[in-house]
C-alpha cells in the first residue's frame, strides 16, 4: 500500500477556488489509479474524481463536472484537485485514494477499489 499525504484544504468563498494535493510515496506513482473522495458529516463517502493509471483520462462526478479538475505530475508523485466555483454542498472532508488496478468507469465510483487512503483534508466553502 501505498502512504498518501493530501493538503491544501481550508475554507473557501462560494465561486472562488482551491486546489487540494496529494503525495504519494514510493517508486511507482505512475502505475497508480488515483482518484478523489469526499464525505460531509453523516453522509457517505462518495466519489469526486479519478485519473487513470495509464492515458491520465480523468473522471468526474456529475456534481463536479465542468468545475473540479484533477491533475497528476507523475515525477512528483502528486495528484491535484483544482477546485473552481465551490458551492456550499461542496464542503466536505476530502480524501486522496491509490488503486494499483484497471479500473472500470463503474469501479472507479467505489471506495472499495482502492486500496490506499489519505487522512483527509477538510474543505468548507461559505456561501
Do not use: H
Amino acid at each position: 500500500q501505498k502512504q498518501l499525504v493530501e493538503s491544501g484544504g481550508g475554507l473557501v468563498q462560494a465561486g472562488g477556488s482551491l486546489r487540494l494535493s496529494c503525495t504519494a510515496s514510493g517508486r511507482t506513482f505512475s502505475s497508480y489509479t488515483m482518484g478523489w473522495f469526499r464525505q460531509a458529516p453523516g453522509k457517505d463517502r462518495e466519489f469526486v474524481a479519478t485519473i487513470s493509471r495509464s492515458t491520465g483520462t480523468p473522471g468526474y462526478a456529475a456534481s463536479v463536472k465542468g468545475r473540479f479538475l484533477i491533475s497528476r505530475d507523475n515525477a512528483k508523485n502528486t495528484v491535484y484537485l483544482q477546485m473552481n466555483d465551490p458551492k456550499p454542498e461542496d464542503s466536505a472532508v476530502y480524501y486522496c485514494a491509490a488503486s494499483p488496478l484497471f479500473l472500470t468507469t463503474v469501479s472507479i465510483q467505489l471506495p472499495s477499489s482502492y486500496e490506499s487512503w489519505g487522512q483527509g483534508t477538510q474543505v468548507t466553502v461559505s456561501g
